[in-house]
């Protein structure tokens, strides 16, 4: 069985840094494609970052570029995203996916339960 376990969010002055991790169970990410995405209350679900286990090749939306860092210890079958610079507008459940094509908006194969990340002004 599968599974994709997130850990690491919690609650954040804005201004502030956290690091998420993805642990992976029953897959290895070494040739997949791991991505971020995050779900607000009341918003649609966005995909915020992913990265290329094949190559190393990492993707940000927009909206967190030069705040957010992807990045995989294939050796921990873990990805992480680190993330600095915090604001109310990042507060929202971040999950995890496994899947073949390194898409913001692809299809992933396997999502983590998620974990909530608050940001307080």
């Known amino acids: 069985e599968v599974q994709l376990v997130e850990s690491g969010g919690g609650l954040v002055q804005a201004g502030g840094s956290l690091r998420l991790s993805c642990a992976g169970f029953?897959?290895?990410?070494?040739?997949?494609?791991i991505g971020w995405f995050r779900q607000a209350p009341g918003k649609e679900r966005e995909g915020v970052s992913c990265?290329?286990?094949?190559?190393?090749?990492?993707y940000y939306a927009d909206s967190v570029k030069g705040r957010f860092t992807i990045s995989s210890d294939n050796a921990k079958n873990t990805v992480y995203l680190q993330m600095n610079s915090l604001k109310p507008d990042d507060t929202a459940v971040y999950y995890c996916?496994?899947?073949?094509?390194?898409?913001?908006?692809?299809?992933?194969?396997?999502w983590g339960q998620g974990t909530p990340v608050t940001v307080s002004s």
């Open positions: 996916a496994a899947g073949w094509v390194p898409a913001l908006d692809g299809l992933y194969d396997y």
């Open positions: 990265i290329n286990n094949s190559d190393g090749s990492a």
């Open positions: 029953g897959i290895t990410f070494d040739e997949r494609a």
